[in-house]
C-alpha cells in the first residue's frame, strides 16, 4: 500500500462522519431532535482518528513532498496544512457550543449547525483537493522508497496513537451513527 492509498482509505470514513455531522447540522437547524452527547462522541472521533493520526499523517507526508521535483505550484502544499489549522479551530467552535447547549444556551445550537457545516465544508474540499490533485501528482514524484518510508512512519503513528482497539471503536461508533442518522431518502454520502 502506498501512502496515498493509506490516506484514501481513511478518506472513507472520514467522508462518512461528514455526512452525519451534515445530518446532525440540519436536524438542529429544523428545530429536529439531536444529542449533544453524539456531537460530543463525533468531537472523540475527529480529535483522535483524524487529527492525531490522519492529520499527523499529513503533516509527515507534505513536508516530505514539498522537498521533491513538483511541476505544480509548492503554494498549494501550505494552504493544505493551513487548512488542518482551520479545521483545529472549528473543531474548538463545535466543542464550545456544544458546552453551551449543554447548559440551555438555545443560540448555540444554531452556532453548532454553523460550525459543524464550516467543518464539513472545509474537509470536502480538503478531500477534493487531495484526492484530484496532490495525491496523484504524489504518485507521480515520489519513488517508491519515498513512500514505503512514508508509510513505516504512517505505522509508527497508528502504533503509538490509533491501537487496534480504539480503530475497532471508532468504526462501531461511526456504524452506530450511520444508523442513527442516515437519512432514508437520500445516501449520506459527500460527493
Do not use: W
Not at 53 to 65: M, V
Not at 133 to 143: S, W, Y
Amino acid at each position: 500500500m502506498t501512502a496515498t492509498e493509506n490516506l484514501i482509505s481513511e478518506h472513507k470514513d472520514i467522508i462518512e462522519l461528514l455526512g452525519i455531522m451534515s445530518k446532525i447540522s440540519k436536524n438542529i437547524l429544523s428545530n429536529d431532535v439531536f444529542y449533544t452527547n453524539d456531537v460530543e462522541d463525533i468531537l472523540d472521533f475527529l480529535k483522535h482518528f483524524i487529527e492525531k493520526s490522519h492529520h499527523r499523517k499529513e503533516d509527515i507526508f507534505y513536508p516530505i513532498l514539498s522537498k521533491t521535483e513538483m511541476p505544480n505550484d509548492r503554494e498549494e502544499l501550505s494552504v493544505m496544512l493551513y487548512e488542518h489549522a482551520l479545521a483545529r479551530n472549528f473543531l474548538k467552535d463545535i466543542n464550545n457550543c456544544v458546552v453551551n447547549c449543554k447548559i440551555g444556551n438555545s443560540f448555540s445550537q444554531e452556532l453548532l449547525a454553523e460550525s459543524m457545516m464550516k467543518y464539513v465544508f472545509l474537509i470536502k474540499n480538503h478531500i477534493k483537493k487531495e484526492e484530484k490533485i496532490i495525491f496523484p501528482m504524489a504518485n507521480k514524484v515520489l519513488t517508491q522508497e519515498e513512500q514505503t518510508e512514508i508509510n513505516k512512519q504512517f505505522e509508527k503513528i497508528e502504533e503509538s496513537i490509533i491501537h487496534h482497539d480504539l480503530h475497532e471503536h471508532y468504526h462501531r461508533l461511526l456504524e452506530k451513527l450511520k444508523t442513527k442518522y442516515q437519512d432514508k431518502e437520500n445516501s449520506i454520502v459527500l460527493h
